[in-house]
């Protein structure tokens, strides 16, 4: 079945612990997203990747980190984490990032706790 | 700074009509996307305007006006399968998309 998978659907954390949240697409899209979603304040970005290879830093990338090897998987890591990052995360992918391309396939979603 | 606004919350009656409203100050436009997200769940797609004027598509239609910085989305028979949140998402300059917080919509029977 075509689409995005993240994993794991849930996680508690304590604060302080490397974390590592997984996402896979079989759309062959050239680009992906890493968003959070916290009540009352909508997605937030936290970083993106065009094409395989490259990344870039979204609205708040503070304490996380991504890498794009190939085409399908966008891992995000949070090195240390911290309460402030409870919260669920998406990750999304499409198929260009300009005009009706820039239509994002939403994961769903990965909700975090950090105690 | 970019800023989109839509009311927190709606509540409208099953079989009835609702108009979304949004409203967006951005650092310009490349598009307007609509997305429903039923709680617990991913957003997923349902419109997307670059033109002003109407898009209809059955019982869902989205209005774009590039001038006023405005969209609106309009939901006709209201099912109880409605009831979700609404997220308006403009793509700017960058091509970046900027969301709006959402609107949770409350169908009553």
């Known amino acids: 079945i075509a689409g995005i998978t993240q994993a794991p659907t849930s996680q508690i954390l304590a604060a302080g612990r490397r974390m590592t949240l997984r996402c896979t697409q079989d759309?062959?899209?050239?680009?992906m997203y890493w968003y959070r979603q916290d009540l009352g304040l909508g997605l937030r970005l936290i970083h993106y990747?065009?094409?395989?290879?490259?990344?870039g830093k979204g609205e708040v990338p503070d304490g996380y980190s991504v890498s794009r090897a190939n085409t399908d998987d966008f891992p995000l890591t949070l090195a240390s984490a911290v309460p402030s990052q409870t919260s669920v995360y998406f990750c999304?992918?499409?198929?260009?990032?300009?005009?009706?391309?820039?239509?994002?396939?939403f994961g769903p979603g990965t909700r975090l706790t950090v105690l | 700074g970019q800023n989109i606004d839509q009311p927190t919350e709606m509540t409208a009656t099953e079989g009835a009509i609702v108009q979304i409203n949004c409203t967006y100050q951005?650092?310009?436009?490349?598009?307007l996307f609509w997305y429903q997200q039923h709680a617990g769940e991913a957003p997923t797609f349902l419109s997307y305007?670059?033109l002003d004027g109407l898009e209809e598509k059955g019982r869902f239609s989205s209005f774009l006006s590039r001038s006023k910085g405005y969209s609106y989305l309009l939901l006709k028979e209201l099912q109880m399968k409605d009831s979700a949140s609404y997220l308006c998402?403009?793509?700017?300059?960058?091509?970046?998309?900027?969301w709006g917080a959402g609107t949770k919509l409350i169908i009553k029977p």
């Open positions: 999304a992918s499409s198929a260009g990032t300009t005009g009706r391309d820039n239509e994002q396939f």
């Open positions: 759309m062959r899209h050239n680009a």
């Open positions: 990747s065009n094409t395989a290879g490259t990344t």
């Open positions: 951005t650092s310009g436009f490349n598009g």
């Open positions: 305007n670059v």
């Open positions: 998402a403009v793509q700017d300059s960058n091509y970046q998309l900027i």
